[in-house]
């Protein structure tokens, strides 16, 4: 289970989480610097998802500012040009990929086949079908995120395929 804090509210919480990785989804440039402080003070790995940090342009230069001034150790994006970038600077990526449709899909793979990101996220991360096609056809690792919110959809998730599991949903952090 990978914590998606999408509120500075949600930080103790999932700094309480058994996770040893969170997935940032709010912040902005003039505070994000504290937040991943605090997350890793508490050994946390963060990845940082840029599409969502207030204040920051899709750029090397807020690459460089997040691994070096802000210390997270990754970015989350739907921007194939901002993973090849971050991936040069030494960060590791998280490439999303929201499934509305196959062609969204058949894309999605053949970027990530390309790319080779640390992680591929499927969104929604609820529809086992889907993630067990995928996982048949992508060899790298696969988080399913999105719309998780019970056991039993993490369950189909993992058995389907996916390596881990993010979620905003608090009540199933502490879920190993």
Not at 14 to 41: D, H, Q, R
Not at 50 to 63: A, E, H, N, Q, R
């Amino acid at each position: 289970m990978i914590p998606a804090i999408r509120t500075e509210k949600d930080i103790e919480e999932a700094l309480a989480s058994p996770s040893t990785l969170v997935f940032l989804l709010t912040g902005n440039v003039a505070n994000i610097e504290e937040v991943v402080y605090n997350l890793k003070k508490g050994n946390k790995e963060v990845f940082v998802h840029i599409d969502l940090v207030k204040g920051l342009s899709f750029d090397k230069c807020s690459l460089e500012f997040l691994k070096d001034v802000v210390g997270a150790d990754g970015i989350i994006s739907t921007h194939i040009s901002l993973l090849k970038a971050a991936r040069k600077l030494g960060l590791k990526i998280i490439q999303r990929v929201f499934l509305v449709d196959s062609g969204a899909m058949e894309s999605g793979i053949v970027q990530a086949k390309d790319l080779e990101p640390d992680f591929l996220e499927i969104l929604p991360g609820i529809i086992p079908e889907v993630i067990e096609e995928i996982s048949s056809r992508y060899p790298g690792n696969i988080i399913a995120g999105g719309l998780v919110r019970k056991k039993e959809q993490i369950f189909a998730a993992l058995k389907a395929g996916a390596k881990a599991i993010s979620t905003s949903c608090k009540d199933l952090w502490k879920i190993l």
